[in-house]
């Protein structure tokens, strides 16, 4: 068993995040309840986990003295991470008679990591949960770091709280299963990542065959791309600072997201990152400097693997003003994280109207 990190995510508790990259996961996860000797075991499945990644799971602890838990099942996708989800997961806790000293094992995607996190750091004023992250994104992202919540009037992670799982453990054998659209939306975050590190890791990606992906490969890029997210986020896990680099593409690609499911259709949140990346690559270039043959060839690579999101311009002042709901912004002003080289990070920039205008002309033309 191989303990890559410890993130020290709230001052005021001793919790710390511990990050496994599987080997063994029966071990692995008999380690990871131990820490805390829950006198209840839940696990929060969706749908599509419930059938594919919870006999893995079961199998695992078939041995041991955890194999007894209830199992809670959600909707799959985004348009479950509501109000009443989470309603629904605290009302099954209740029932099934969770304490404060139960423990939720979250075994899904983003969707069940952000909401099952909220549920348990807010059911009985929060109790210790586990992340078995079982999609690309939320292997590299969504499960790390301590950020759960749900959407809220149509906003995107609108409510939530910082609270980290206690630990995380990533086991790639879950993206044998993981269809290629999913893979491609969790790759986003691996670019993103890339782009705020170094340029031996951004070639590596562009260069990554995504169509026919060589999971040996993926994984040990897996593991490199955590490493990126954990050394930000140990630096500063509310985000007052440099936690911010890891919006770089999110305040675009949230607000394509946005108007999306206003509209009712369907986007894969790291195809939204993705255009969004193109988007802010652009102000980077035109406002910070990055170099233009790199914004072409991350557009290019964009285009390529993730299409097109069709908009018009009839709906510049839509995108905008969902901008302008960003979780980042301080007194109303849109504040981007922009780039003046790969690896070269500048937080808190401003664009106005004219220049995001600009950026969504770039977008739809390049
Ligand atoms: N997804 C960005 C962050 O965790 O801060």
Redesign the pocket.
């Known amino acids: 068993m191989y303990y890559f990190c410890s993130i020290k995510i709230q001052d005021t508790s001793s919790v710390e995040q511990q990050i496994v990259i599987s080997r063994n996961l029966p071990a692995e996860l008999t380690v990871a309840i131990d820490r805390v000797q829950p006198d209840r075991l839940f696990v929060l499945t969706d749908v599509n986990t419930r059938d594919l990644c919870l006999p893995v799971l079961r199998d695992a602890l078939s041995a041991s003295k955890y194999q007894s838990f209830n199992v809670i099942t959600i909707g799959a996708s985004d348009e479950a991470k509501t109000l009443d989800t989470l309603a629904e997961v605290w009302t099954a806790l209740g029932e099934g008679g969770a304490t404060r000293h139960s423990m939720l094992i979250n075994l899904g995607g983003g969707m069940v990591t952000d909401l099952g996190g909220f549920a348990a750091s807010t059911f009985k004023r929060g109790i210790a949960y586990v992340n078995i992250p079982t999609t690309l994104l939320a292997m590299v ?2 499960s790390v ?1 301590g ?1 759960t919540g749900i959407n809220f009037r149509g906003l995107k992670n609108e409510i939530g709280v910082f609270n980290a799982a206690s630990t995380v453990i990533l086991d790639t054998q879950f993206l044998q299963t993981l269809d290629t659209q999913n893979i491609r939306s969790g790759y986003a975050e691996m670019l993103k990542h890339g782009l705020i590190s170094d340029e031996a890791m951004l070639v590596e990606l562009l260069a990554f065959d995504i169509f026919q992906p060589d999971l040996e490969h993926l994984k040990a890029m897996v593991a490199k791309s955590v490493a990126v ?1 954990e050394r930000i ?1 140990t630096e500063d896990p509310h ?1 007052h600072g440099i ?1 911010k680099a ?2 770089l593409g ?1 305040t675009a690609g949230h607000a394509f997201e946005s108007l999306a499911l206003q509209e009712n259709r369907t986007v894969l949140h790291g195809y939204a990152v993705a255009w969004g990346l193109v988007c802010e690559l652009y102000l980077s270039a035109t406002r910070c400097g990055f170099p233009t043959t790199r914004l072409h060839q991350v557009s290019q690579f964009v285009k390529e693997t993730y299409g097109m999101f069709p908009f018009t311009c009839k709906e510049y002042d839509r995108l905008y003003e969902l901008m302008t709901h960003d979780k980042k912004n301080t007194a109303g002003i849109i504040n981007f994280t922009l780039l003046g080289g790969v690896g070269d990070i500048r937080i808190n920039q401003q664009a106005s109207k004219d220049d995001i205008f600009e950026m969504l002309d770039y977008y739809r033309e390049s």
């Open positions: 992202d969504a770091g950020k997210k986020v985000e936690r890891l919006n999110h």
